[in-house]
């Protein structure tokens, strides 16, 4: 229990910022359901052409979800035994931002464009997935990269000097008269054509351009496999050194922070002292 805090309040701290129990994983899923139709019914209002009533249920349903975000709101600063530690996180900022546009568009009827920024909510999903457990994964990836990023270096430095040269052997070859007025448009076709976009807004009509677009083309795909070969090769031999089990996360309970590691002594959000028991992560 928190120190100081009520029964009342250690159990609303459980069921909001833990998972391991049933009220805790039922709350994680109303939550994530909850922003996920919000998410839905921002998508929706933005097609034209439904009927006035559509609109007015979808305002209906959009003031209901944030008043539900807003109860959250406020028994997530109840549930804590120092609300500024939540209120001034990174998430109590993001929970915060989820719901006010709302209001002011209320207030300030001018700025109603803001409630484009009901689309933070989509970050709250990052909270509800304890996408934490999955650090040791996005930090293979992040390995991977540093250890290749020489390799890779060169291999960018390799592409602009191919398609500089083939891009300058375009304006050569074509020129203005077919659309390829500089080398710079030379070089930006170069690109669009080795990435096999193709947007055909510029394309060759000689028959030795043409030839050279189709040597482009497929020496693209061969290029475009490099950096993820090189990439596949790091993260392989990654995951072949010998792996750690993977730490039990501690929470803080007094703003709800639960990404500690079980060697940790303090809250590295707000600097409150960590008890020593599982944050029973699911």
């Not at 805090?5 to 994680?28: C, H, K, M, V």
């Not at 933070?120 to 990052?126: A, D, E, N, S």
């Not at 060169?154 to 070859?173: A, E, N, P």
Request: include cysteine.
């Amino acid at each position: 229990m928190q120190p100081g805090s009520r029964p009342w309040q250690e159990n609303l701290f459980r069921i909001i910022y833990l998972s391991d129990t049933r009220a805790g994983r039922n709350f994680d899923l109303a939550l994530l359901v909850t922003i996920i139709s919000s998410i839905v019914l921002l998508a929706i209002e933005t097609v034209p052409g439904y009927s006035v009533e559509v609109y007015l249920w979808l305002d209906i349903a959009e003031w209901a979800i944030t008043f539900l975000f807003t109860i959250e709101y406020i028994f997530r600063i109840l549930s804590v035994k120092k609300p500024h530690s939540y209120i001034f996180s990174a998430y109590g900022i993001i929970d915060v931002l989820s719901i006010l546009p709302t209001y002011l568009s209320v207030f300030l009827p001018e700025l109603e464009f803001m409630v484009v920024w009901r689309a933070v909510r989509l970050l709250r999903i990052f909270r509800v997935l304890k996408l934490t457990h999955f650090l040791r994964e996005a930090d293979t990836l992040t390995r991977a990269l540093i250890a290749s990023r020489r390799k890779i270096l060169i291999f960018f430095l390799s592409l602009l000097v191919y398609v500089v040269i083939f891009g300058t052997l375009m304006f050569i070859i074509e020129g203005p008269e077919n659309g390829f007025t500089s080398i710079p448009i030379g070089i930006y076709w170069a690109v669009v054509t080795m990435t096999t976009t193709g947007f055909g807004d510029i394309v060759p009509k000689t028959a030795i351009g043409k030839s050279l677009s189709s040597i482009v083309m497929l020496l693209g795909y061969s290029i475009l496999a490099v950096p993820t070969g090189i990439i596949s090769a790091e993260i392989a031999r990654t995951d072949s050194r010998p792996k750690k089990t993977p730490p039990d996360f501690l929470a803080c309970t007094q703003c709800g922070e639960k990404s500690h590691k079980p060697e940790s002594k303090f809250c590295f959000n707000c600097g409150a002292s960590l008890q020593r028991k599982r944050a029973g992560l699911v």
